[in-house]
């Protein structure tokens, strides 16, 4: 019965947002303004471009080949927007009148971080696809604490959203865990074919580069995803779990032919991927697991999941999730709660429902 009435809490709760979505913006559309127009944010614009319920109010980036020129034509859309690209950050600052800004220049927040200090004391509520910004509390502390109080400080909402991390390599997982009685271990498999990939993720892979560069980017940070252990931390901060450590491995995956991308030629003997592989241990046992298998030509591309527990779930999703389209869907789909959701720092369970905060207790 317990169950059952948190259930029932969980439903009023949504109810209520939903009223709250609907008259936040009662009588008008709702106004999105786009930091970033690389390759996330252009499939953001394809999305929104197709919404009758959100006007694409500003957009802002840093090429000066896009600079001065109508959004639509910027992304190829075959018609104006109305919208000419700025590259001066004050129009979002005080120059439009925006409720969500969607923020995609970086995955580091070395660089993202800047740019979204100015905006969250303005007021402004962002999504972003900074993946270093999913779940930075255990990796980037001070960083998060300092986001989370300017943010609250100024009544803005701040979320990070993506395809990996924010989605297939935490909230999947523990969206399906709370099927369960009992979770024992969650083990994550990403197999991607980069043939298919955009040149942004392609490079992230140090495609093109010897063995021995890439070793050396990879103990930089320079390659490989930069966020794969605080997928593991969100998992485990979720399922209120206390890891006794962490590790992360990544090697090189070498090329057995000549390939031709659009962005590069890559050698046989050189780079053609990378296996990146990120561990949990509660104890001696593995209790979160997330393996990422990234190469050019990859066979029997997909996304698997293993929950390990009362019953045992399997997840498979053939052909895998494409990394960009997946993250613009995630950013488009969650303005209407990010218009409305409580100021600070949030994460992608926080837009779930109460589900995955429930699985641990």
């Not at 947002?17 to 499939?43: I, S, W």
């Not at 929104?48 to 001065?68: M, T």
């Not at 910027?74 to 009148?97: A, F, H, K, M, Q």
């Not at 980069?194 to 940070?221: C, I, N, S, W, Y």
Request: hydrophobic fraction near 50%; proline fraction near 6%.
């Amino acid at each position: 019965m317990l169950w059952l009435a948190r259930q029932q809490e969980d439903l009023e709760a949504d109810r209520l947002l939903g009223e709250q979505e609907r008259r936040a913006t009662r009588g008008r559309r709702l106004r999105a303004a786009l930091y970033g127009v690389g390759d996330v944010g252009k499939q953001v614009v394809a999305l929104l471009a197709r919404r009758p319920d959100v006007q694409i109010v500003a957009a802002l980036d840093a090429d000066p080949l896009k600079v001065g020129r109508d959004l639509g034509d910027v992304v190829r859309l075959g018609r104006t927007l109305g919208v000419t690209v700025s590259c001066d950050p004050e129009l979002l600052i005080g120059g439009v009148d925006t409720d969500v800004v969607i923020h995609a220049t970086s995955p580091y927040l070395s660089v993202a971080s800047p740019q979204l200090l100015p905006l969250l004391a303005s007021g402004k509520s962002v999504i972003s696809a900074c993946d270093e910004l999913v779940y930075p509390w255990a990796s980037h502390p001070d960083m998060a604490t300092r986001l989370d109080a300017t943010a609250q400080g100024a009544g803005a909402a701040l979320l990070a959203v993506g395809a990996s991390p924010g989605f297939v390599t935490d909230a999947l997982p523990l969206f399906l865990a709370a099927a369960c009685s009992e979770v024992e271990a969650l083990l994550v498999t990403r197999v991607i074919d980069l043939a298919k990939e955009p040149a942004a993720v392609q490079a992230a892979a140090g495609l093109g580069m010897t063995l021995d560069a890439f070793r050396e980017a990879a103990d930089q940070g320079a390659v490989g995803l930069p966020a794969l252990l605080d997928s593991v931390a969100l998992m485990a901060a979720k399922l209120g779990w206390r890891l006794d450590r962490s590790v992360e491995m990544i090697e090189p995956i070498r090329a057995t032919k000549r390939w031709e991308t659009e962005a590069t030629i890559v050698g046989a003997g050189r780079v053609a991927g990378l296996r990146q592989l990120a561990r949990g241990y509660r104890g001696d046992a593995e209790a979160l697991r997330v393996d990422v298998i990234a190469f050019l030509g990859a066979p029997d591309p997909h996304e698997a999941i293993v929950v390990r527990g009362r019953p045992q779930i399997s997840a498979r999703i053939d052909g895998g999730i494409p990394s960009h389209l997946a993250t613009a869907a995630l950013m488009v789909h969650a303005l209407p709660a990010v218009a409305v959701a409580p100021p600070g720092l949030l994460n992608v369970t926080d837009l779930l429902g109460t589900y995955a905060d429930r699985i641990g207790s």
